[in-house]
């Protein structure tokens, strides 16, 4: 199957990409694609991030389909 992927913030300089297409098996969870993706990147240690599918925030262990668009963003904060 297909996903697009969107970094935000941090995680779009760190990645050096702004987004990308990634294929994975059928039934892949979030974390699987984070773990595919971040392979061999330099991530600051300590560096959290969050997930959301289709829009809506998601657990690491989210199921993804075809088709699905996932997004990498740090924590914000603001008021």
Same mark, same amino acid.
């Given at each position: 199957?297909?996903?697009? =992927? @969107?970094? %935000? $913030?941090?995680?779009?300089?760190? /990645?050096?990409?702004?987004?990308?297409?990634? @294929?994975? &098996? &059928?039934?892949?969870?979030?974390? +699987?694609?984070?773990?595919?993706?971040? $392979?061999? !990147?330099?991530?600051?240690?300590? !560096?959290? %991030?969050?997930? $959301?599918v289709n829009? &809506?925030?998601?657990? /690491? +262990?989210?199921?993804? +389909? #075809?088709? #699905? &668009?996932?997004? %990498? %963003?740090?924590? =914000?904060?603001?008021?």
């Amino acid at each position: 199957m297909s996903v697009k =992927v @969107r970094y %935000f $913030a941090s995680l779009r300089e760190c /990645m050096g990409r702004g987004e990308e297409e990634a @294929r994975l &098996e &059928e039934g892949s969870s979030v974390l +699987q694609l984070w773990q595919r993706l971040a $392979a061999g !990147q330099e991530l600051p240690p300590g !560096q959290e %991030f969050l997930a $959301a599918v289709n829009r &809506e925030h998601v657990g /690491m +262990q989210a199921r993804l +389909q #075809d088709g #699905d &668009e996932v997004a %990498f %963003f740090p924590p =914000v904060t603001g008021g």
